[in-house]
């Protein structure tokens, strides 16, 4: 008998021009919604994050 697996997954859609630690943590947020949520769920991350510090890495839609 095998070991009963569980996914809790977060997902967040880069926007342009957006650091890259926002994109990272609106996925974040979406994980721990997911867990907090139940077993085997998938959420999206809320579309914009406060603004992080200049300098930051940014993320770009590809074309």
């Known amino acids: 008998m095998g070991l009963p697996v569980t996914v809790s997954i977060g997902v967040a859609v880069a926007?342009?021009?957006?650091?890259?630690?926002?994109?990272i943590g609106r996925a974040d947020d979406a994980l721990y919604a997911a867990k907090r949520?139940?077993?085997?769920?998938?959420v999206s991350g809320p579309?914009?994050?406060?603004?992080?510090?200049?300098?930051?890495?940014?993320?770009?839609?590809?074309?």
């Open 37 to 42: 949520a139940g077993r085997n769920r998938v």
């Open 47 to 63: 579309p914009e994050r406060a603004p992080e510090e200049p300098g930051t890495a940014t993320v770009a839609a590809a074309e």
């Open 15 to 23: 926007r342009e021009p957006e650091p890259l630690a926002s994109l």
